[in-house]
């Protein structure tokens, strides 16, 4: 299974765009910090990573602000001509 639940802010988001076929597409890079415990050990975590998002999730993320939190949920998938995994978006949450 591919699943991946994250909480993050949106740290940069492109102009929406549209594919070929004519569907909107959005790029943009998400944040993510917390505590976590590891070995008994809390330690301190952050993670940035590259996410896209398409039709009507697009449309609607494209809105959201700079800096908002939300919660993710979606696949990762590498890129044709990419070397790291992205983060496709298939629905989202508000957290505060």
Request: with cysteine.
């Amino acid at each position: 299974m591919n699943q991946l639940v994250l909480s993050a802010c949106i740290a940069q988001a492109s102009a929406l765009r549209y594919t070929p076929a004519g569907l909107p597409a959005l790029d943009f890079s998400l944040e993510h910090e917390s505590e976590i415990t590891e070995a008994g050990q809390v330690r301190q975590v952050k993670a940035a990573i590259k996410a896209v998002a398409f039709g009507s999730v697009a449309e609607t993320l494209g809105k959201q602000a700079l800096g908002s939190s939300w919660k993710f949920t979606g696949f990762l998938a590498t890129p044709r001509n990419g070397k790291h995994p992205v983060l496709h978006i298939q629905s989202f949450v508000q957290i505060s």
